[in-house]
């Protein structure tokens, strides 16, 4: 759907024919949020979700977002916040969020294990800069990822790219970890996969609580890793071993 006419008009539109729908908790958020709730590792989208282009999805946002700081009191008429709204709907749809769209999933580069290396491979420290689903602030911290080969083995970077692709989303950290494993299993056409991630959360560090000391650590095990062994050496590489 791209944007043609009045922009109230064109929300309205699209929430009667796209069937944009909103859930609303009465005030059992707090709950819901704190409890983690997850129906399965899969980003929850609504089937419409990619009928409007991104232009139109930056306009609806820098919309709304004028009217949550005008709500607050900001002046918008303020050099320095006049450009905000659509600052930030740009950076919701092309960076923050770019990981929501599928056309931007990473292109895999596949190679036969010519050397025929039997041992895992480890890719520590990753990056990892994602979004906390339930109070929208930053989650940042590391991935530490390995495989075995089954015949496959993938380009280097194309690790991190994965990794970074999941994360670009909001998310809870224990689905961020399955959907990194699982595409990897997918790709390289094994079950031996190993993913762990140790992040801060700003929502802990910011709010509520307010504990800026402490990680939050996730981990995916499958085949060969969830031999006790396999696993040790795994974390022993990545400085996690008892």
């Known amino acids: 759907m791209k944007l043609d006419g009045n922009l109230p008009e064109v929300i309205e ?14 005030g059992h958020a707090d709950t819901i949020g ?19 282009d991104e232009e139109t999805k930056i306009k609806i946002i820098e ?4 009217h949550i700081l005008d709500t607050l009191g900001m002046d918008l008429s303020d050099d320095s916040l006049s450009g905000t709204p659509h600052r930030v709907a740009k950076m919701f749809v092309k ?3 770019y990981g ?13 294990n010519k050397f025929k290396y039997g041992q895992m491979l480890v890719e520590k420290s990753i990056r990892v800069t994602s979004t906390c689903e339930h109070h929208f602030l930053p989650i940042i911290g590391k991935a530490h990822v390995a495989y075995i080969s089954g015949g496959k083995v993938i380009g280097l970077s194309k690790i991190n790219r994965i990794v970074d692709y999941f994360a670009r989303r909001p998310q809870v950290q224990e689905r961020l970890t399955v959907q990194i494993a699982e595409e990897l299993k997918k790709a390289l056409e094994t079950e031996d996969v190993a993913v762990v991630i140790d992040a801060k959360h700003m929502c802990v560090a910011c709010r509520g609580i307010q504990d800026d ?15 006790d062994k396999t696993r040790d050496e795994f974390l022993s590489y990545v400085g996690m071993n008892a």
């Open 13 to 26: 539109t699209y929430r009667i024919n796209g069937n944009g729908k909103h859930n609303f908790h009465n």
């Open 100 to 112: 929501l769209n599928p056309e931007n999933k990473p292109r895999i580069s596949l190679f036969e």
């Open 34 to 52: 704190d409890e983690h709730i997850s129906g399965s590792y899969e980003t929850p989208m609504r089937p419409d979700a990619f009928m409007m």
């Open 213 to 227: 000391n402490s990680t939050t650590l996730t981990a995916e095990y499958s085949g060969k890793f969830r031999n």
């Open 95 to 97: 960076e923050i969020f």
């Open 63 to 66: 919309h709304h977002f004028e």
